[in-house]
């Protein structure tokens, strides 16, 4: 076999829901020949997968997909993780499989997979960054990870032909491999995605109570709100795990924040105008000059603004036009609350390239501004 053929071989995923099927298809997709077994412990969410054509055959026990593995991928929530890391480590395994999870978070999972690794396997860790705030296998796509960076946590005693022989496996995500430490992960991810999560899901609380007040709040909340809160309707068991895992790096920030917080209220408290300024304007600052292009931790969104007049049929007036040079949309919907956000109709794509496709088409056939709101 030359390097860069497709690979033979059993796969086990073990949790198929988004991350689980999206892998499942990444993989079969660049090695057509490869078995894809799957095992899950909701057998509606197994029969699905099989349905959908995500996975060539479910098993009703995890040892039955799992002794004649050739790799073995664990997508189930974290804690679950560790879980199966204990299982598996119970089980014959083949001696050269490689076990490899797609967790949030990585210090707890690759401290349990020292009993994998004490008895010869090899286990690696892993994260691919990038994902949706849907769950289950139904959402599950084989572009999903599509250049969003696939971080890898080998240990230094890590085989270094395993961890290669992983990536040849994964190849099909076409994400941008690096490696780093379990705890520079749980660091990293905990600043720009698990620390957001606590703060989009208390910013939702804050409206819910709000609400119970002042009931104009939730259609007021329907526009910029919902969008920059979208992270708070992921599934609160993925998020009960990772916040529990990632509790010492969440305890910190939070710690961070208050002081932050209480810096801020003193400058309101004290209408300090140039305190007040720099805060926002420094914020400004840092985030205009992130990455556009790149795809980061949390789930990146391809939204289309487009500032149409208000008249009954322009919805399908658009998408009409976008039907004409098959652009497919995930979702479509007409902004009430329009203030700091550019035009009325918002559009939805899955990916970048579709997005950019809709907005020259929109140009070319209307004379409607559009902002991808970046
Ligand atoms: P999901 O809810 O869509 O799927 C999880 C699946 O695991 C479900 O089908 C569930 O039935 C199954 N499961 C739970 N316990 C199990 C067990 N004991 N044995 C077998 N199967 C079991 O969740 P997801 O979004 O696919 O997330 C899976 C993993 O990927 C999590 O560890 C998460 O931290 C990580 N991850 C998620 C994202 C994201 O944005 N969703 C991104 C990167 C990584």
Known sequence: MKAGDPLKGRVLIVG????????ALCIKHEHPQAKIIGYDINKKQARLAIMLGVVDEIVDDLEMGAVDADLILIATPVKKIEKMIELLSQLPLKKRVIISDAGSTKMEI???????????YTFIGGHPMAGSHKSG??????????????????EADT?????????VWLKGTKAKFLQV???????????????PHVIAASLVHQAERTSQHQSLVTRLAAGGFRDITRIASSSPDMWRDISLHNKDVLLQLLTEWQEEM???????ANENEDDIFQYFSQAKRFRDEMPVKEKGAIP???????????????ISEITGY??????????????????EVFGILVISFQTEEDRERAEKCIRHYTNYDTSTGI
């Open 262 to 268: 209480a810096r801020v209220t003193n400058m309101l």
């Open 110 to 120: 690759v401290k349990k997979a020292v009993s994998l690794t004490e008895k010869g």
């Open 300 to 314: 990146a969104f391809y939204d289309l603004f487009v500032d149409v007049p208000d008249y009954p049929g322009v």
């Open 159 to 167: 085989d270094k032909e395993a961890v290669e022989r992983l990536k």
């Open 322 to 339: 976008l039907a004409k040079e098959k652009i497919n949309l995930t979702n479509i919907r007409i902004r009430e609350t329009r203030e």
């Open 16 to 23: 198929l829901g988004l991350i689980g099927g999206s892998l």
């Open 181 to 195: 430490l379990p705890q520079e992960h749980d660091y990293l991810t905990g600043v720009i995605s698990h620390f």
């Open 137 to 154: 296998v139904q959402a599950a796509k084989s572009i999903l990870f599509e250049n969003a960076f696939y971080l890898l946590t080998p």
